[in-house]
């Protein structure tokens, strides 16, 4: 952006990260990722790469998936045919499940869901009916926690409630990733939720 629009954007600090497990191959569970600082004083960058230095130590197979993270094969190479045609089929089923997801929350009863932009999670937000609520706090759990319980013991599909990120009062989310392969445990949470609606309708 600064150089596409100079002066524009002199003042903007922007900070970009990657990592191999939140990236789109999602390599979950290992740990490697890097950083990039744009528009930062010298001396202010200089200090952020000393602190973070400091407590920084990947494993080594960390380092290595970084390292072809940041360096796929090249066109030319004799694995290059072969990683775009992995790399493009992991991106159109992430497409299609993510899809798949959001067009089920479209349609399920009380639920608001932005379209899926990029991440590799969906955080809808839900009205959770008023007897549900009071269940919940009967169990002395958040009515999201109660959801999202329910939800794991009856098809062991298992989200994050939305408490545990800071939400308004009186609003209840859950967050969802849509890793999982295939689109059929789809079908199964659109059943849960309203089997859960009319229960406490």
Same mark, same amino acid.
């Given at each position: 952006?600064?150089?596409?629009?100079?002066?524009?954007?002199?003042?903007?600090?922007? +900070?970009?990260?990657?990592?191999?497990?939140?990236?789109?191959?999602?390599?979950?569970?290992?740990?490697?990722?890097?950083?990039?600082?744009?528009? &930062?004083?010298?001396?202010?960058?200089?200090?952020?790469?000393k602190?973070?230095?400091?407590?920084?130590?990947?494993? +080594?197979?960390g380092?290595?998936?970084?390292?072809?993270?940041?360096?796929?094969?090249?066109?030319?190479?004799?694995?290059?045919?072969?990683?775009?045609?992995?790399?493009?089929?992991?991106?159109?089923?992430? +497409?299609?499940?993510?899809?798949?997801?959001?067009?089920? &929350?479209?349609?399920?009863?009380? +639920?608001?869901?932005?379209?899926?932009?990029?991440?590799?999670?969906?955080?809808?937000?839900? =009205?959770?009916p008023?007897?549900?609520?009071?269940?919940?706090?009967?169990?002395?759990r958040?009515?999201?926690?109660?959801?999202?319980?329910?939800l794991?013991?009856?098809?062991?599909?298992?989200v994050?409630?939305?408490?545990?990120?800071?939400?308004r009062?009186?609003?209840?989310?859950?967050? =969802? =990733?849509?890793?999982?392969?295939?689109?059929?445990?789809?079908?199964r949470?659109?059943? &849960?939720?309203?089997?859960?609606?009319?229960?406490?309708?």
């Amino acid at each position: 952006m600064q150089k596409a629009s100079p002066g524009v954007y002199d003042e903007v600090e922007l +900070v970009s990260f990657q990592s191999v497990s939140k990236g789109m191959v999602g390599e979950c569970g290992h740990r490697g990722a890097y950083f990039e600082l744009v528009g &930062f004083d010298q001396e202010v960058q200089a200090q952020i790469y000393k602190l973070i230095s400091i407590g920084i130590c990947p494993p +080594v197979i960390g380092q290595c998936l970084v390292e072809m993270m940041v360096n796929p094969p090249a066109p030319g190479s004799p694995s290059y045919q072969l990683y775009q045609q992995e790399y493009s089929s992991i991106f159109q089923s992430l +497409v299609l499940r993510s899809r798949a997801l959001h067009e089920a &929350f479209v349609r399920m009863e009380g +639920v608001e869901c932005q379209d899926p932009l990029g991440a590799m999670y969906l955080f809808p937000t839900i =009205t959770i009916p008023t007897a549900a609520v009071e269940k919940a706090q009967e169990e002395g759990r958040r009515p999201d926690e109660y959801y999202c319980m329910r939800l794991l013991e009856a098809t062991g599909i298992c989200v994050t409630p939305g408490s545990g990120f800071g939400q308004r009062e009186g609003e209840w989310h859950f967050r =969802t =990733t849509f890793l999982a392969p295939g689109v059929d445990w789809v079908a199964r949470l659109e059943k &849960f939720h309203e089997g859960f609606m009319n229960e406490f309708r």
